[in-house]
């Protein structure tokens, strides 16, 4: 997929042509991280049940898919369900589960003809059995892709994630003086996988809600009110475009402001 493939898959003219026209594809987010939030805001504005915000929020998973993929980002991380999401009722969760599964059968042929690997990180280990087999299923069947990798988070917890490399490291017998930051990473879910670069939340919540704690230490954060069941590629390729103006220092100074010195 070349930049020029990019533009004309995009509608003429458009904004989100014009978008993509300021993307400096050779400065992407390697990993792009995304708390999708305002379901529940989006059915009440209509008044809706919830559950239809959840339902709509699918048309906008799809959409960051293949618009991500599509970008060449590397990874894309989306936050689905957390480890503290068991505490809303019954019927809001067996419905997210619902879609999910269906999320998954539909566009498997999108995520295998998009090159994209599906990857499940959290706990999926709690979640219905039929739940996890299709998210086993989806995992087997697109694990020889070497395009983007799509993490959902589902019975994710990053506090939770942190527990499960300190157990895991023990069990692996790893001694304490051989710890240290890169060490560690590879006992997270994400091992392997790049720090998300950037870190979106829709619905103007200015919350990290126990996600990718370890990960996100350097990432941008990008924040907009739209919320998730309206966001679309537009939206996203704004997030990159405000992204690539940051001027990341990672603790340190920029060589401009150094050479004034
Ligand atoms: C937050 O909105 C959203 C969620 C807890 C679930 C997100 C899930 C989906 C979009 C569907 C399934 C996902 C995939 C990847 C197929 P909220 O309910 O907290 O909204 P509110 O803050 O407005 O109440």
Do not use: C
């Not at 890169?182 to 809600?209: K, V």
């Not at 990159?240 to 920029?254: E, F, H, L, N, P």
């Amino acid at each position: 997929m070349t930049v020029e493939d990019l533009l004309a898959w995009l509608p003429p003219g458009s904004p989100e042509q014009a978008l993509a026209r300021q993307v400096d594809f050779d400065r992407l987010p390697a990993h792009v991280a995304i708390i999708m939030d305002g379901n529940g805001r989006w059915a009440g504005q209509r008044r809706l049940p919830r559950v239809e915000g959840h339902r709509a929020g699918i048309e906008s998973v799809r959409a960051v898919v293949e618009t991500s993929a599509r970008l060449g980002i590397g990874v894309l991380t989306l936050y689905a369900f957390s480890v503290e999401n068991w505490k809303r009722p019954r019927t809001e969760i067996n419905t997210l589960m619902m879609l999910l599964k269906r999320y998954l059968r539909l566009e498997l042929d999108t995520l295998l003809s998009n090159d994209i690997r599906f990857q499940v990180i959290g706990r999926p280990e709690d979640l219905r059995p039929d739940v996890q087999e299709e998210l086993r299923a989806a995992m087997t069947r697109t694990e020889a892709n070497q395009g983007m990798r799509f993490n959902i988070a589902l019975n994710y917890g990053g506090r939770a994630e942190i527990v499960d490399a300190v157990r895991r490291l023990i069990d692996a017998g790893v001694p304490g003086d051989e710890i240290d930051e890169r060490r560690f990473g590879e006992y997270l879910y994400t091992a392997g996988q790049p720090d998300p670069d950037l870190l979106i939340r829709t619905s103007g919540e200015m919350r990290i809600s126990n996600f990718l704690l370890w990960q996100i230490a350097y990432a941008e954060i990008w924040v907009t009110d739209t919320l998730w069941p309206d966001f679309r590629r537009r939206d996203l390729l704004e997030a990159i475009v405000a992204y690539q103006k940051r001027d990341r220092r990672y603790g340190g100074i920029t060589p401009a402001r150094a050479a004034t010195l």
